[in-house]
């Protein structure tokens, strides 16, 4: 069992940025891929980023390539999501959620077994 705690989100001009941190308990956090998903209001989740479970691979939505990174830190249980050059059109609110499955599979929803509460995050242009 997994359970997730996401923290950081806020307000934020266009162009800015935040730093998003999810939190798990357990002591299987390394048996897991970590991924960021969101959702804007009115509209359906969608993926964001994703990280392997030692951290060494990464997979970004086309959206958010080259702005955001996903990073991990095993010893800490934390996985972070960093949001550079924030637009608009990124508000929403998002999500963090722990998989059991290849990383080949993190961009799926369906293939996450935990999902955290959370967070909001509004950018205004």
């Known amino acids: 069992q997994v359970q997730l705690v996401e923290s950081g989100g806020g307000l934020v001009q266009a162009g800015g940025s935040l730093r998003l941190s999810c939190v798990a308990s357990?002591?299987?956090?390394?048996?897991?891929?970590l991924g960021w998903f969101r959702q804007a209001s009115g509209k359906e989740r969608e993926f964001v980023a994703a990280?392997?479970?030692?951290?060494?691979?990464?997979n970004y939505a086309d959206s958010v390539k080259g702005r955001f990174t996903i990073s991990r830190d095993n010893a800490k249980i934390t996985v972070d999501l960093q949001m550079n050059s924030l637009k608009p059109e990124d508000t929403a609110v998002y999500y963090c959620a722990a998989s059991s499955h290849f990383f080949s599979l993190l961009q799926t929803q369906d293939s996450y077994q935990y999902w955290g509460r959370g967070t909001q995050v509004t950018v205004s242009s």
């Open positions: 990280i392997s479970r030692s951290g060494g691979s990464t």
């Open positions: 357990g002591r299987t956090f390394t048996m897991y891929g």
